[in-house]
């Protein structure tokens, strides 16, 4: 029992994890109904700006700040450079210059940083538990307390404020939007902001929670958060939520517990092929 407590554990952690790598593309599909592939790789680079200002000045949260804004500024740039100007083309044209990206950001991480695994020297200060005779070691626990953090931050914006109102207004009608006179441009730009920060913090506690960074660790989650979303619910962010939670349990318990002979990997693409057989927009999407 013990023993599954313990999986069960780190499964959360593992799905708040996929969270908030996951929330940033929801956030973009939701507004321009682009599948930003190139967000794995502003997580990347959040994991190497939180390894760097650590390093420098010793302290995590001055480390987690500077991978934030960093990575905020990215998205920004990404979205003004690339995005805009392709948004009058179809669809997959974003899409490929989104795999672009993600594919030169890995090069430019590799090339800077070299092709060695770092490790990330941090701990996250937080109070270790002892919940129902099992250990819930510091890391774990910050992870949760950190994820909960953002997602009521995240609810807070979108449903109690004025610029989340118009996040909403642009991802139902940009034209609509603008025509009531919201700056659509500007909302967008926020959004990217706002997505790739919390990017950055994924980064940064994927480095603390397995110590390592490396430039291709967004390789995996730059199709795996695809077929969360898909799951979840294209542009639906608490069906995103729930999908990443419930894909870090069901890769914890069903190959760390039960080992059942699958790679890791293979149940988010198995999970997204039962949702689209029963229920083709997804659990939280809407026909």
Not at 155 to 169: H, N
Request: aromatic share 10%; proline share 4%.
């Amino acid at each position: 029992m013990h023993l599954f407590l313990e999986q069960l554990l780190n499964g959360v952690a593992i799905g708040s994890i996929y969270a908030l790598v996951t929330l940033g593309l929801a956030l973009v599909y939701g507004i321009l109904r682009i599948l930003h592939v190139a967000h794995a790789a502003v997580y990347t680079v959040g994991a190497y700006l939180g390894l760097l200002f650590f390093k420098m000045s010793g302290s995590l949260l001055v480390g987690c700040a500077g991978a934030i804004a960093g990575c905020a500024v990215l998205g920004v740039a990404i979205e003004r450079l690339i995005y805009f100007p392709l948004l009058k083309y179809p669809p997959y044209v974003p899409l490929i210059a989104s795999i672009a990206i993600l594919l030169a950001l890995e090069e430019v991480c590799r090339l800077v940083a070299g092709p060695y695994i770092l490790t990330f020297p941090a701990q996250l200060r937080f109070p270790a538990l002892h919940v129902l005779g099992v250990d819930v070691p510091s890391s774990v626990t910050g992870i949760l307390c950190i994820t909960a953090a953002i997602l009521a931050f995240l609810w807070f914006l979108t449903t109690r404020t004025e610029t989340g109102l118009a996040m909403r207004a642009v991802s139902q009608d940009l034209a609509i939007a603008d025509a009531m006179g919201i700056n659509s441009h500007a909302v967008i730009s926020f959004t990217f902001a706002v997505g790739s920060a919390i990017a950055a913090v994924a980064g940064v506690l994927v480095g603390i929670y397995y110590n390592q960074v490396y430039s291709t660790m967004g390789s995996v989650p730059a199709y795996k958060t695809l077929a969360i979303i898909v799951v979840g619910g294209l542009g639906s962010v608490p069906g995103a939520v729930a999908a990443s939670l419930l894909l870090g349990i069901a890769e914890t318990l069903l190959i760390g517990y039960a080992h059942i002979p699958l790679p890791r990997d293979a149940l988010a693409f198995l999970a997204m092929i039962a949702v689209l057989m029963w229920r083709s927009e997804g659990l939280f999407g809407s026909r």
